[in-house]
């Protein structure tokens, strides 16, 4: 599955927000999809990078972001911290960041990883995502930890993160963040296109 700009995106009792514009092969985009029920609302972010972001109501305000890396572009340090600098806390930042590294269960390092780490460390933001594999990479047989979920302090202790073993048809097994009692969010990358499933729903159902 691939999202061009052009094409339309619906999922019953969903609403979309999605960012294409930067994709020029089939692969890349973001896409948050959010329950109608939730109270929410689009956030125009000032960036160069694949993002796109909301702003909803879930027991209480948080911003959610979306935010695919390719893994040979070159990303400027300065590009990440302008953006981590314009979404409202408290929020969280999710998806295909295509970083290699030991911090989150990676076999090797790249410039990307080096980056996040930096952001990390900078910025006072923490780390959903234990070493648990997120990708399989078919060429070479193997998986992979390219897709995280990044929170602000205020989040961390009500948040809990893991990684269905299903592939479902894709290369990227999809991440659960709950909430306490909530399913908050499902990441599904499908073809290197992330759609951001945000539920609300209650985890007992």
């Not at 092969?25 to 939730?38: E, F, K, Y």
């Not at 027991?59 to 893994?71: A, D, E, V």
């Not at 997120?134 to 809990?160: E, G, K, M, V």
């Not at 048809?169 to 991440?175: A, K, M, R, V, W």
Request: glycine fraction near 4%; include cysteine; charge should be negative.
């Amino acid at each position: 599955m691939y999202i061009g700009d052009n094409d339309t995106v619906n999922i019953r009792d969903y609403s979309i927000f999605s960012n294409t514009s930067f994709s020029t092969r089939v692969s890349g985009g973001v896409a948050l999809a959010v329950a109608n029920v939730i109270p929410s609302s689009c956030l125009n972010f000032n960036t160069n990078l694949q993002a796109v972001a909301v702003r909803m109501h879930i027991k209480s305000l948080k911003t959610i972001c979306s935010l695919y890396l390719p893994p040979h572009q070159t990303i400027h340090q300065t590009e990440l911290d302008n953006l981590i600098s314009q979404p409202p806390s408290p929020f969280l930042i999710l998806d295909d960041l295509n970083g290699h590294s030991f911090l989150w269960g990676g076999t090797e390092t790249n410039s990307h990883d080096r980056q996040i780490e930096q952001l990390l460390a900078d910025h006072s933001i923490f780390l959903l995502n234990n070493d648990e594999k997120t990708n399989f990479r078919l060429p070479t047989q193997t998986f992979h930890s390219i897709d995280l979920a990044l929170c602000t302090p205020a989040l961390l202790p009500f948040l809990n993160l893991t990684v269905d073993g299903n592939l479902h048809n894709s290369d990227h097994l999809p991440l659960i963040i709950t909430a306490i009692d909530t399913i908050l969010l499902t990441i599904i990358i499908l073809q290197n296109t992330s759609i951001t499933l945000l539920t609300g729903r209650n985890s007992a159902h």
